[in-house]
């Protein structure tokens, strides 16, 4: 099941998007204008979501079915859908993905 995780979904997607896993607006800006780097995007990604149960809120979403992490980036480029995955899935930091 494609689940988006961006702020501003394309227009022609037509599937769920849950802009609440996306970053923030300011942490986008901060990474792309090279204020920060890959190391800390992580890290204030990760206190972003740190309220968030989201593996709970996957699962009630995907009802069982597999989950396909979507957003702009190619699928080599560093991006948070790759941190996300690593949260889901034990690898990050966060102890309530």
């Not at 099941?1 to 607006?25: D, H, Q, V, Y």
């Not at 593996?55 to 396909?68: F, H, M, P, Q």
Request: glycine fraction near 6%; proline fraction near 5%; aromatic fraction near 8%.
């Amino acid at each position: 099941m494609p689940i988006g995780i961006t702020r501003f979904p394309p227009k022609s997607w037509k599937g769920i998007n849950l802009s609440e896993l996306a970053p923030s607006e300011t942490l986008l800006k901060a990474f792309k204008n090279h204020s920060i780097d890959e190391y800390m995007f992580k890290i204030k990604y990760q206190e972003e979501l740190s309220g968030i149960n989201i593996r709970e809120k996957l699962e009630s979403i995907a009802n069982g079915k597999d989950v396909i992490l979507c957003c702009y980036e190619k699928p080599s480029d560093f991006c948070h859908r790759h941190i996300l995955n690593d949260m889901i899935n034990g690898d990050g930091e966060l102890n309530n993905a």
